[in-house]
């Protein structure tokens, strides 16, 4: 009885000193090594040890290990060098001249380490017996501390790996990446994965991607299924907290769902369900879980305001290459000079049909919204970039973002989106019901456009602090000073653009639908440029009506 009085006391005295001793290593912040090294002589000495020795992991996942000086070499190889996968029993081991009992530190299922005691030689086995069960009470106060470390370097380790693979260029390919390591490392049976992508054809569309044990089996892009298309189809639904159509998908226990949200923004912009393998989660992996949510939420975030971004100058598909290229900045968006095509195109008479046409200002910004939106998608259909609006002046650019076509190419691209834009303004004007209250107005017979294009060296790029794509160079002033001499329904042309065509100005055939004649030449005077602007009027399909 007196035997187990003083072994109680000893665990007593073993708890407050080792806990103390704990508070002060986690108040100074002290590296595991500085920490243990502070700890064990403690434990030692309150349980009688002669030597000691531990196993374990430090900040970085890395297995240390730290002994005495009088542990002897051989003792060591009485010490796993692994961590145990299954369950550690503590061990005794008889010696020559000492007692080993060793014992694992471990935390529910996971050994996080193992530790040694050497003892005198000559105990009796009920002595041998109360110092194995001191030493599993000072594992046990170890545990939690190593634990700790252990368990935020894990996180920590988990979530920087993640955090880098999300940083890929393309969205997916990271998120593949980081999905395999979290099943891996939290047991994760299945994973799918639903998020929105901001695409510049469609508007948002919601797509999805399946993990079965941390494999990639299928998607809404590459062999998608049906059943999972159909419920990506209902939006609202789709994305609704609240719904569990992805969930009744899976399978088994511990299934749980991840709403992503936007900041404050009540708006999910996707969601993530897991199925864990042994059906439920500790609390360290549904920390880690808590914290790739919001990595993975502000990856998205910045994934689709890079796409609206991108896509104020660029069309969708250059949108996708783009982001689908590592570095792509450098390799295609800083600055350079290249030859281009240049077009300005604004609506003729604008201010006199804002003036005496229309009746207020939502119809001058109703029309301004609707001719613009309807001159980018023609830009865009002809592989045309964005450049700027500069009142009711667009300006497209035909060339970048790769200028792998040849000037030729970005020539009859640019006539063609001329005469789209020209058939389109007046379809427009007819459409609003603009073209009688223009006519009564007195200002012109429909609604135009006035329209220049030339070419040249410039230097395109993203320039200032907004970071806007536009391009600087003598042949942008002379484009806008062509497009001012325009009347409305003309498109002029330089001879330096007509240059580029195998025929010059004898007429061409850019399209299939589209053939152009040339009428001219003529010259305008350009300010501060001595020799004046030569340039041709355009005809096409030998249509003049409009002119």
């Known amino acids: 009885m007196n035997s187990d009085i003083k072994v109680l006391q000893i665990k007593q005295k073993l708890s407050v000193v080792c806990d103390r001793a704990i508070e002060e290593c986690l108040l100074e912040k002290l590296p595991i090594r500085k920490a243990l090294a502070k700890i064990l002589p403690l434990i030692c000495r309150i349980i009688g040890a002669r030597e000691m020795m531990i196993r374990t992991m430090d900040e970085n996942l890395k ?36 007692n080993l009992v060793v014992a694992s530190l471990d935390v529910v299922d996971r050994v996080i380490g193992l530790c040694a005691f050497a003892f005198k030689g000559d105990l009796t086995p009920r002595e ?110 789709a994305l609704n907290a609240k719904d569990r159509s992805f969930s009744a998908l899976l399978s088994g226990d511990g299934i749980q769902e991840k709403a992503l949200q936007n900041g404050m923004n009540t708006n999910l912009i996707g969601k993530f369900i897991i199925r864990p393998e042994g059906g439920g989660l500790n609390p360290e992996s549904r920390d880690i879980i808590r914290i790739f949510a919001e990595c993975l939420c ?18 969708a598909k250059d949108v996708q ?20 095509v240049i077009f300005f195109t604004d609506i003729t008479s604008f201010t006199s049909i804002c003036e005496k046409a229309l009746n207020n200002a939502s119809e001058i910004g109703d029309l301004v919204n609707r001719w613009s939106r309807m001159v980018l998608d023609v830009l865009y259909r002809y592989d045309g970039v964005f450049d700027k609006m500069v009142g009711d002046c667009v300006i497209g650019l035909f060339g970048p973002p790769f200028f792998e076509s040849s000037m030729e190419q970005r020539t009859e691209n640019a006539l063609s989106a001329a005469a789209a834009i020209v058939k389109g303004t007046i379809e427009l004007g007819q459409a609003m019901g603009l073209e009688e209250r223009i006519i009564k107005a007195n200002v012109a017979d429909h609604l135009t456009t006035s329209n220049g294009i030339h070419c040249g060296p410039t230097s395109v790029g993203f320039f200032g602090p907004n970071e806007d794509y536009t391009g600087f160079s003598s042949a942008m002033n002379h484009a806008a000073r062509l497009q001012g001499h325009a009347s409305g329904g003309e498109v002029l042309v330089t001879t330096i653009l007509l240059e580029n065509l195998p025929g010059g100005p004898l007429g061409i055939a850019p399209q299939e639908d589209l053939t152009v004649d040339f009428a001219g030449p003529w010259e305008i005077a350009v300010k501060n440029v001595t020799k004046p602007l030569e340039y041709y009027r355009c005809f096409f399909n030998k249509e003049v009506k409009y002119v």
Not at 208 to 230: A, Q, V
């Open 321 to 340: 290459r783009l982001l689908g290229e590592p570095d792509f900045y450098n390799k295609y968006l800083s600055p350079r000079e290249e030859d281009i």
């Open 63 to 98: 297995q240390i290990s730290m002994k005495s000086k009088g542990f002897l070499e051989a003792w060591t190889l009485l010490v796993p060098s692994e961590m145990p996968g299954d369950e550690f029993k503590p061990r005794n081991f008889p010696l020559e001249d000492a």
């Open 128 to 237: 041998i017996s109360l110092k194995a069960d001191l030493v599993n009470t000072a594992a046990e106060l170890l545990d939690n501390f190593l634990e700790g470390i252990a368990s935020n370097a894990r996180k920590q380790s988990i979530i920087l790996f993640a955090t880098e693979a999300l940083r890929d260029r393309i969205f997916e390919a990271g998120a593949d990446k980081a999905v395999k390591l979290l099943c891996e490392e939290l047991k994760l049976a299945e994973f799918i994965l639903v998020y929105g992508d901001m695409d510049t054809t469609t508007g948002e569309d919601l797509r999805y991607r399946f993990y079965k044990k941390g494999e990639m089996l299928h998607n809404s892009i590459d062999n998608p299924d049906e059943t999972y298309l159909n419920i990506l189809n209902d939006k609202d639904k």
């Open 298 to 315: 502000q990856r998205l975030f910045d994934y689709n305001r890079e796409r609206r971004y991108l896509s104020r100058c660029f069309c």
